[in-house]
């Protein structure tokens, strides 16, 4: 008889504990974003990420599309070698201005199209550009 009621104490006590977190929940996000949970907040809860690369393909190939290529490197748990790791980026240019080689900081943004999740806003490293005669064009070292 007794491990009835202790049982209906345990349920009892759980189900506080889960509406007191929901309201406790209720209660900040109201506080953040100064309305009810599904409104829009007026600034981001985590941080962006942001990631530094190398653009690799040139400004008249898409418009106002750069690739951007990230290399990374990681130690091999197991070989305790250094191994690098590279991803390309469809990244939002909007003036289409950058040229291959040119060092970059590209930030996380909302989904642009199909590939496209990133901007740039930054540029760290310009590539020097080189005026090519025969093609009577500015081209750099990479292309």
């Not at 506080?16 to 409104?39: A, I, V």
């Not at 393909?57 to 690739?67: C, L, V």
């Not at 989904?111 to 490293?125: E, H, N, Q």
């Amino acid at each position: 008889f007794f491990f009835f009621f202790s049982f209906l104490y345990f349920s009892f006590s759980l189900s506080f504990f889960l509406l007191w977190n929901y309201l406790l929940f209720f209660f900040f996000c109201c506080n953040l974003c100064g309305g009810t949970p599904n409104m829009q907040r007026s600034l981001p809860l985590c941080a962006r990420l942001q990631l530094v690369g190398r653009v690799i393909s040139k400004p008249d190939a898409m418009q106002k599309t750069a690739k951007v290529e990230v290399k990374r490197i990681k130690k091999h748990p197991i070989v305790d070698k250094f191994i690098t790791h590279r991803k390309v980026f469809l990244v939002h240019d909007e003036e289409s201005v950058r040229m291959p080689g040119d060092i970059v900081r590209i930030e996380e943004c909302r989904p642009i199209s199909k590939r496209k999740r990133f901007t740039i806003i930054d540029v760290l490293k310009e590539e020097p550009q080189i005026f090519n005669e025969q093609t009577q064009q500015l081209e750099t070292k990479y292309f």
